[in-house]
């Protein structure tokens, strides 16, 4: 029973170069969310989906990018990494209903940009 | 714009004592206010979640007050343990019967250490 899994869990990164984290889930919830989490700001909602093949921006999408071309994953990229990306991030899930609300969380992906 | 405000960043209490944490909103349309727990090196997990049409949640040692005219929530940890020592987060969302899924809007966070 692993819920929610992301990988890789650590990654050092050079200024404008790109990468691709990955969440997937194993509970068949509809909708995937991330979140970056920063000192003293809390999480901050990135880009979420409410289905396979759709996506929705968040309160900062700038500089991401993400796709759901399978239920399970929700990929988010960073095309040009900047310092200003350097952030713990987390990858969450929920169902369908009211249970929507109830949202799983990754243990999330630690990213330093250099 | 931050639309959930929480106080305090950081608190530290007695073994046995009540931390209380504060949140309050802007939104009047959200509707559904939980608390996350956060473990370092975790991700944060459900606590306990309460909705505007009632004043008051219990579960064990946690409890969630409500106060929709003054949109403020706070959480109350009964007889605190050293267990409890977490980063707490609130949020709240808007369109809890609705078909969307928004996402949740989070508090900056409280660091709570429980002294033995």
């Known amino acids: 029973n692993a819920g929610v899994t992301q990988t890789p869990k650590f990654r050092v990164l050079k200024t404008g170069q790109s990468m691709t984290l990955l969440c997937a889930q194993d509970m068949n919830h509809e909708y995937m969310y991330w979140y970056r989490q920063d000192p003293g700001m809390g999480l901050r909602l990135i880009h979420y989906?409410?289905?396979?093949?759709?996506?929705a921006k968040g309160e900062v999408p700038d500089g991401y990018n993400v796709s759901r071309l399978k239920k399970q994953n929700f990929l988010l990229g960073l095309e040009s990494a900047a310092p200003s990306q350097t952030s713990v991030y987390f990858c969450a899930s929920s169902p369908m209903g009211l249970a929507k609300n109830i949202q799983y969380f990754g243990a999330g992906t630690r990213l330093s940009v250099l | 714009q931050q639309q959930v405000k929480q106080s305090p960043q950081s608190l530290i209490v007695q073994k046995g004592g009540i931390p209380i944490i504060n949140c309050a909103y802007e939104?009047?349309?959200?509707?559904?206010f939980p608390w996350y727990q956060q473990f370092p090196g975790k991700g944060p997990a459900l606590l306990i979640a309460?909705?505007?049409?009632?004043s008051e949640k219990k579960e064990g040692r946690f409890t969630i007050s409500f106060n929709k005219s003054a949109k403020q929530f706070s959480l109350h940890i009964m007889d605190s343990q050293p267990g409890d020592s977490a980063t707490y987060f609130c949020?709240?969302?808007?369109?809890?019967?609705?078909?969307?899924?928004?996402?949740?809007?989070f508090g900056k966070g409280t660091h709570l250490i429980i002294q033995p």
């Open positions: 949020a709240a969302s808007a369109g809890y019967s609705g078909g969307g899924a928004d996402g949740l809007t």
């Open positions: 989906s409410v289905g396979e093949g759709t996506t």
């Open positions: 309460i909705r505007p049409d009632v």
């Open positions: 939104n009047t349309a959200f509707d559904y």
